[in-house]
């Protein structure tokens, strides 16, 4: 059994960590945020210490890395907003542990040359969620595109629309410099599923960026992808938001649907089984998607052309 704390209790993935710790069969011992709303916290690890100043959540795991009485902190969990990430890892891993972090897990692609100099320093390990690489679907279409070994390139269409109320530009998530932006807070998953499918990245093309949506153009060694993504449900399928659905994602491979909706309730477990066995995805693995969402961040879009997503037709969209 391994001891976790974790930083950032509150927040809206937090609870998927603290059902994969009790999954995995360890116990989490002290929790932080400076939200109090934690009540879930009963519903995994009631005897959780929590704590609202970091501070005192950084003397009370100092103390128990002193103690040597069993009580040590072995692995930190970190959902905090995508801006702190990095100086949470850097404080789980000078504090003896090793680190498991949400997506994204840095900002910018040179913060992760001096997270891996502080891996060295320490003898810990950054680990990432990447849940999209160990769905069933997923795995099944790396294969065959690896089996397939084609000259010509997949023609690919994403297109993900998760809506979100007025409180998302007010919150940390719609400030670009704590959250990335939209390419980095709902997508860096998918053009990491995309890299990991499809080989190196060779082209990246933005054609539509603002607060609420991005488009662009990706072209990997085995594919090219005209992405679209958007938080705004006016975004979604007129036929499918009349049935009141806020929520569209769909992937085509050569106008092949690929269907992976479901098979996400388990994914931070298998997640956290992976880590814990030693084979969790690292720092290197994160970075191309880290440098796609990085260049998108700082693209300036370009006409929208032949490689624009389709949804760009549209005259709404804008």
């Not at 629309?161 to 998302?168: A, L």
Request: hydrophobic share 40%; proline share 3%.
């Amino acid at each position: 059994m391994k001891n976790f704390a974790l930083i950032g209790a509150a927040g809206y993935i937090a609870p998927r960590h603290m059902q994969a710790i009790k999954a995995t069969g360890n116990m989490l011992l002290a929790a932080f945020d400076p939200n109090d709303s934690v009540g879930i916290i009963d519903s995994h690890f009631p005897n959780a210490d929590f704590f609202t100043e970091f501070e005192r959540f950084d003397r009370h795991v100092d103390m128990r890395r002193r103690a040597r009485n069993g009580g040590q902190i072995d692995y930190v969990a970190i959902c905090s907003p995508n801006y702190l990430h990095d100086s949470h890892m850097r404080f789980a891993l000078r504090s003896g542990a090793h680190a498991i972090c949400e997506k994204p897990v840095v900002l910018n692609p040179w913060n992760i040359d001096g997270l891996e100099e502080i891996e060295q320093e320490t003898g810990r390990k950054i680990n990432t969620i990447l849940q999209l690489r160990l769905h069933p679907a997923i795995i099944a279409l790396r294969d065959k595109v690896a089996r397939e070994r084609r000259s010509t390139k997949y023609e690919v269409e994403l297109a993900y629309v998760t809506s979100r109320g007025h409180w998302y530009l007010q919150s940390w998530k719609g400030d670009q410099k704590k959250s990335g932006g939209i390419a980095t807070n709902i997508g860096v998953h998918f053009f990491d599923m995309l890299h990991h499918i499809f080989g190196k990245l060779q082209s990246n093309v933005v054609h539509l960026s603002n607060d609420t949506k991005a488009a662009g153009y990706l072209e990997y060694e085995h594919a090219r992808v005209r992405w679209f993504l958007s938080v705004d449900v006016e975004d979604v399928p007129a036929a499918l938001r009349d049935t009141g659905l806020r929520t569209y994602r769909s992937i085509t491979v050569d106008g092949d649907e690929i269907e992976f909706s479901g098979g996400f309730t388990d994914l931070h477990d298998r997640s956290y089984v992976e880590i814990l066995a030693g084979r969790g995805f690292g720092l290197e693995e994160c970075r191309t998607a880290i440098e796609t969402v990085a260049a998108i961040r700082g693209g300036k879009p370009m006409s929208r052309d032949v490689d624009s997503h389709p949804f760009l037709a549209r005259k709404k969209i804008a």
